[in-house]
């Protein structure tokens, strides 16, 4: 590896133009703090810059490589230049102080101090990704100015979260950007703080523990959650992971086939007026990101597989007491959590390639044995992440006299044979909860994929034997299977 240049050390040296006071007991090895007093001086930090420039061997001060590697990187020499402007014993309380009182930016550079002066702290590591990225989004003045264009008004910022309010206009401006301006300022904004803790969650031990009393959350969020303490651990920390590569991954879809649209016309006009106008939307626009977009979703379903793994692992664990547990699984929980793990395996494979599901689209029966009983779908999402499908304007259905979508004529059932045996009945029977005029016992019935809002009532045209509880979503018709 090349040696960092002069210059650039030099620099580093002359920013610790302040020495902490020294005194304090350490909890832990400093880095740079050589004789062991508690602080980094500025001759400390000299003399690391002549072991990085191989002047000085690394013996004479072992603190300065955290890593153990034999080296003095410049992140470490930056990490001392921090401990000598901070000190070497600044802990957590002052973050959850902070963040106790709702100033999320004061926790953020609290955390951040934490965490340069114990890089090896977990605790500091993860509040410090969190707090940091979230403080710097929700006082983006680009983000404020881009929504004022459209008329809402965002009060207050991260150094009091719980006095936050945003205010959305009954009538959009005229001034309202278009989805495309949202979009580039969330890649600008969003995307990088997402990325940053996405590669700190994952520098996290594979038994790191992260624990939050409950006196230091925010007190609009304290008054709702009434908790000792929170505790963080490998399920919880993979969870979360999961959740941010599928926030990536969605960013990534968006960018894959044009969706530059008017807000006016998404939100005010027919849809049949908003494709009218907007002629590219949802036309392929980036076969990479489509890419990138199968990657983070594979990504992320296999981190849920690992988080559920390790939360099943949990429960055959007596000295691990869950009651402070984030994620937890119940007795009751454990075969669905056996079906939630299949459908994101089978999701994996889908991604690459067709595969057959043990599921049956209609009444929602996992065959979670895969015994071959029951029909099975074929899924194939290649086709879509591979960038084989040119348009996905293509598969929408026709508009009705009224502008919208008539979900009852798709022209292609299989979308472009991402779902080769899905028909336009399916499809049907899959949005109303059952076949039309569909007979049930009890709410589940109607929704077997707990998808849509029907629930088992009393339907009057049309259906004979009028006294047989039907699928329905409140309309008291039941004619086609079609509601509303």
Do not use: W
């Amino acid at each position: 590896m090349a040696a960092p240049s002069r210059s650039a050390l030099l620099v580093l040296v002359a920013v610790a133009t302040v020495t902490v006071a020294a005194g304090r007991t350490r909890a832990q090895v400093c880095v740079g703090d050589c004789n062991g007093d508690g602080t980094v001086t500025i001759g400390e930090l000299i003399k690391g810059v002549n072991i990085a420039l191989s002047r000085t061997p690394i013996d004479a001060c072992p603190a300065f490589d955290i890593d153990g590697n034999g080296m003095i990187t410049v992140n470490e020499l930056i990490a001392a230049v921090r401990r000598a402007l901070v000190g070497c014993n600044a802990g957590l309380e002052p973050g959850f102080a902070a963040l106790a009182g709702g100033d999320l930016r004061t926790a953020a550079t609290a955390f951040g101090d934490a965490l340069a002066a114990n890089p090896n702290d977990n605790t500091a590591r993860f509040f410090a990704a969190m707090s940091q990225g979230t403080a710097r989004v929700l006082d983006s003045s680009e983000a404020r100015d881009l929504a004022g264009r459209a008329g809402i008004t965002i009060e207050g910022d991260s150094g009091d979260v719980c006095a936050m309010h945003v205010t959305f206009p009954h009538d959009l401006l005229a001034s309202s950007p278009r989805t495309s301006e949202f979009l580039d300022a969330i890649r600008r904004i969003v995307r990088p703080e997402v990325e940053h803790v996405v590669a700190e969650l994952a520098a996290l031990p594979a038994d790191a523990v992260v624990n939050l009393p409950g006196t230091a959350l925010p007190p609009c969020v304290r008054k709702r959650i009434d908790i000792d303490s929170l505790e963080i651990d490998r399920g919880d920390l993979l969870a979360a992971r999961s959740g941010l590569e599928t926030g990536l991954a969605l960013l990534d879809l968006v960018d894959g086939y044009n969706s530059d649209a008017s807000l006016h016309e998404i939100l005010d006009a027919t849809r049949q007026a908003l494709f009218t106008a907007e002629p590219q939307l949802l036309t392929l626009q980036s076969a990479d990101k489509l890419a990138s977009a199968g990657t983070h979703f594979n990504n992320a379903a296999d981190l849920m597989i690992q988080a559920i793994d390790a939360v099943r692992a949990e429960m055959g664990n007596p000295s691990d007491d869950q009651s402070n547990d984030l994620l937890v699984i119940e007795e009751d929980d454990i075969d669905n959590a056996r079906k939630a793990r299949l459908g994101l395996t089978l999701f994996e494979q889908a991604l690459a390639g067709e595969v057959s599901l043990p599921i049956d689209i209609v009444t929602g029966d996992v065959d979670l044995m895969d015994t071959g009983l029951g029909a099975h779908e074929r899924l194939n999402l290649s086709r879509l992440f591979t960038g084989q499908l040119s348009s996905l304007r293509t598969f929408l259905p026709p508009f009705d006299e009224r502008g919208n979508f008539d979900a009852g004529q798709f022209p292609d059932p299989t979308f472009g044979g991402t779902a080769p045996d899905l028909t336009q009945m399916k499809i049907d029977n899959f949005l109303v909860g059952g076949p039309a005029c569909a007979e049930c016992t009890n709410d589940d019935d109607c929704n077997p994929l707990g998808v849509g809002n029907f629930f088992c009532g009393f339907c009057f045209d049309n259906c004979q034997d009028f006294d047989t509880r039907r699928c329905s979503d409140g309309f008291v018709e039941c004619t086609d299977g079609t509601y509303g």
